[in-house]
């Protein structure tokens, strides 16, 4: 319990359900090495938010991009929210998050100074020429 209760506070969020935070934590693979643990395993909620991320980034995209036809925001849509592209998302997110603390700033000015490069990046992949 201690541990999600410094999760909650390293990722400023606060659940009031911890069981929801927990599931979204246990994978199933878990509870198949320690079947004595009563969980729930994360695959509904994951269902659940790919759909979200699906619906967010093609939302974005349509607002962004109003000229590109619906193919070529399902191309664009299906490069950002694939698996290697959403790692290298987390893994920029870590270092800004760093580089924001260490000069004092907030996170959000660092983010959104990044949004571009980040999406920079996501049209590269898409074209096949990410500079990686």
């Known amino acids: 319990?201690?541990?999600?209760?410094?999760l909650q506070e390293r990722?400023?969020?606060?659940?009031?359900?911890?069981?929801?935070?927990?599931?979204?934590?246990?994978?199933r693979s878990y509870l198949n090495?320690?079947?004595?643990?009563?969980l729930e395993d994360n695959e509904r909620l994951e269902f659940l938010g790919d759909a979200v991320l699906d619906f967010v980034a093609g939302a974005w995209l349509y607002d962004r991009f109003p000229e590109m036809d619906e193919g070529r925001l399902t191309r664009l849509?299906?490069?950002?929210?694939?698996?290697?592209?959403?790692?290298?998302?987390?893994?920029?997110?870590?270092?800004?998050e760093a580089e924001a603390q260490a000069q004092?700033?907030?996170?959000?000015?660092?983010?959104?100074?990044?949004?571009?490069?980040?999406?920079?990046?996501a049209k590269a992949e898409e074209r096949g020429d990410a500079r990686g």
């Not at 490069?79 to 800004?96: D, H, I, P, Q």
């Open 11 to 27: 990722l400023s969020v606060q659940f009031h359900d911890f069981s929801l935070l927990q599931r979204a934590l246990t994978h």
């Open 1 to 6: 319990m201690a541990e999600l209760i410094k």
């Open 77 to 96: 849509r299906a490069g950002l929210v694939r698996t290697e592209t959403l790692a290298s998302f987390a893994r920029r997110f870590r270092r800004v």
């Open 104 to 121: 004092g700033r907030k996170l959000s000015d660092m983010v959104l100074a990044e949004m571009d490069e980040l999406w920079e990046q």
């Open 33 to 38: 090495e320690h079947p004595e643990h009563s």
